[in-house]
């Protein structure tokens, strides 16, 4: 088996054997096929998309290019993937919960992408947390506390870093066998015995229809599932914003509303127990996924589920007293501005792109993988559709670093939403589900 044999196949729209892209995938990671021919192995899986087989084989050579996490706990090891949102702060109250409930969550997380958030810059809007750790720190803290969130190591997926990098520069980012591997990879690196998928559709996610964020879920739960690793998925709406928030410590802020407050019936806290319930009920902590959803929901009520926060954010660098003194910890924007609607009305659609793009602009996000992003820029109190807006209720607040980037960007949240005279309903938040 060489490159040109790979590469000349799918020049011809052949489809790849599973022996060629375990070959080709391993080749990657020891560096034994050039830019070049990664370039053109992404482009040709675009023209000739791989089998169910072949999607299985490129996902296992990738998880097994570098090390693959073994445990030894006395509970099953989960864990969950959204495929990105604005105000999606999932991770952030469904890991410590999960905890919780008995199971251990290493979850390997991601920074932001494009318009959409990353679970590790949110926590890292906290003072001292550190995403930035050793396998052994990750099973270290794993063990102790019941989750830890953190980076991919060096060490996790290496041929996925490689072929990603490549992808972003010659277009072939939306694969969806690329994606599916990708995703894939450095979850079951992580040694899973169960994963839950968050597949989100609509204006704020890379999937804008309930179709094409279906197939997707459909090729994850597919391969996940013929890797071994049992896989479920829900479809979830994306068209606005999960929490009132976009940005990073306004969405750690929401998060521990969640955990310690009042929160524990809103949305935030209603799809992280649908989640949740579905992996307890695949590894048979709970007997269905309504009661897995209820036992969520009983860990974030009580507080245990902050508690298992508190110290995993104590544990990877954060302060000791987060807990109890967070509203002090996480850092505010000096200037705020409140962008009123040009007219009344019920908020119709809104541009969630558009408004998680305004964020990265505002500094809360990177354009550039060396950009440097201040923590206490975003938005907030963020209107919901169906929301009845005015002069008194707001469409959002700006938090920004100076009073007259703020003033700068209220044309650009206001464009963001679409009104209507007439009441709106809001959408559903969970679509469906793939199994």
Known sequence: ??????????????????????????????????????????????????????????????????????????????????????????????????????????????????????????????????????????????????????????????????????????????????????????????GLDSLVLDVKFGAGAFMKTPEAARELATSLVETANGAGCATRALLTDMSQPLVRSAGNAVEVTEAMDTLTGSGASGPLSHLSAKLGGELLAMVGVTKNAFDGADMVLDKIRSGHAAERMGRMVAAMGGPSDFLSRWRDRLPAAPATLAVAPEGAGFVAAIDTEALGMAVVAMGGGRKRARDRINPAVGLSQIAQIGDRVDAERPLARINAARRAQAEAFAPVIRAAFKLSETPVNPPKLVLGRVE
């Open 1 to 190: 088996m060489d490159a040109r044999t790979v590469l000349g196949a799918l020049r011809r729209g052949e489809s790849l054997s599973a022996e060629a892209v375990d070959w080709f995938a391993r080749a990657l990671a020891e560096e034994g096929v050039s830019d070049a021919q990664v370039g053109a192995f992404a482009m040709g899986l675009c023209h000739a998309p791989l089998g169910a087989q072949a999607r299985v084989a490129l996902t296992l050579a990738m998880r097994d290019s570098g090390e693959v996490l073994k445990w030894d706990l006395p509970g099953p090891v989960v864990d969950k993937h959204s495929t990105g949102g604005v105000g999606d702060c999932v991770s952030l109250v469904l890991a410590p919960a999960l905890a919780a409930c008995g199971v251990y969550v290493p979850m390997i997380s991601g920074r932001g992408l494009g318009h959409t958030g990353g679970t590790l810059d949110k926590l890292e809007a906290i003072p001292g947390f550190s995403s930035e750790i050793s396998v052994d720190k990750l099973q270290q803290i794993t063990r102790e506390v019941g989750c830890a969130i953190a980076s991919a190591s060096v060490d996790i997926a290496p041929a996925d870093k490689r072929l990603y990098a490549v992808r972003d520069v010659t277009g072939t980012v939306e694969s969806l066998d690329l994606i599916t591997a990708s995703i894939l990879s450095k979850k079951l690196a992580a």
